[in-house]
């Protein structure tokens, strides 16, 4: 893909960083060559920042101009192919796609993906180890491994597009965007163009069940249509406005339930330190302390006026 990385290039590469995550593209891909066929080795990128500052998109210049010092660095992380480690051969084989990487901006992601700065430029970095056999492996260890580094692989990266063009050349070049390259899809062939059976999706289109047809006031049965015939009220009932007849039927009484106690509040407890949410971990950082909350009961509620703030 080292065609279409030099076109993103020319316009300024920008990737999508979320709190869930958010792959790449264009996607990473290599071409391996020269590996011991029937060694061991482990593929994983990683990415630096390429300066120490922090960037914002001028769009009457249509340009990326500095707005201040770097935020701090974000934890350095790796990311491992899911293959690794695996023989040359298999490497060599065929090209070797980072797919599965994603780009966060959560700084307590605990899902392995690649914390960035938002705003902030990188260049993705692409090692390739060699698993030595030997037992005292760590000695040659600045000797079994190699980087690379493509300068057309550098983007800048961002919670929403900056630049338009990116945009356009994203939506045009990936397949995952079709939905947003589509025009209007054709009409379902089992109904006419226009009509609200084909507006509707295909698992949802289904033809709706036959309605009986009734006599309409002055007007005879059509031939071959059933005539539907209602009672009448008793002489004296009041009539509903636009009906022919009414049927009355007696309100059912509402079921009764027996009444449920209030439940007591208890509030919950925690070990000081510790974030409860969907996965407890461990705060970064310790938490101002808080004043108690306290209880408020139907004598001792506070009353508050307009004037005060």
Aim: hydrophobic residues 35%; proline residues 13%; charged residues 20%.
């Amino acid at each position: 893909m080292g065609s279409l990385w030099e076109e993103f290039n020319r316009l300024g590469t920008e990737m999508i960083v979320t709190k869930a995550g958010r792959r790449m593209f264009p996607t990473f891909q290599v071409k391996l060559s020269g590996l011991d066929p029937l060694a061991d080795y482990v593929l994983l990128m990683d990415f630096i920042p390429l300066d120490d500052k922090r960037y914002r998109y001028a769009f009457h210049s249509s340009s990326w101009l500095a707005a201040g010092r770097a935020e701090p660095a974000a934890p350095g992380r790796v990311h491992f192919h899911p293959d690794s480690p695996a023989k040359g051969a298999q490497w060599m084989r065929q090209i070797v796609s980072f797919d599965k990487l994603k780009l966060t901006n959560n700084l307590l992601d605990d899902n392995g993906h690649i914390i960035l700065n938002s705003m902030h430029r990188y260049q993705p970095r692409f090692h390739v180890v060699f698993v030595d056999p030997r037992r005292d492996s760590e000695r040659f260890a600045h000797q079994n491994f190699k980087s690379f580094s493509f300068p057309e692989t550098q983007f800048m990266a961002v919670t929403a597009y900056q630049n338009h063009r990116i945009t356009q050349l994203k939506i045009a070049s990936n397949p995952f965007a079709k939905g947003f390259r589509d025009g209007d899809p054709e009409p379902w062939c089992g109904a006419p163009a226009g009509s609200l059976l084909g507006a509707l999706p295909r698992a949802q289109a289904s033809p709706l069940p036959p309605r009986p047809e009734k006599q309409e006031k002055g007007r005879g049965a059509s031939e071959g249509a059933e005539t539907l015939l209602l009672p009448l009220p008793p002489p004296g009932a009041p009539r509903s406005r636009g009906a022919l007849a009414t049927a009355s039927q007696q309100p059912a009484a509402p079921p009764s339930f027996p009444e449920l106690s209030a439940p007591t509040f208890q509030p919950l407890t925690c070990p000081p330190g510790v974030y409860v949410g969907a996965k407890p971990r461990t705060l970064p950082y310790p938490l101002p302390a808080f004043p108690p909350l306290s209880t408020y009961g139907p004598s001792t509620a506070p009353t508050f006026s307009y004037s005060q703030q």
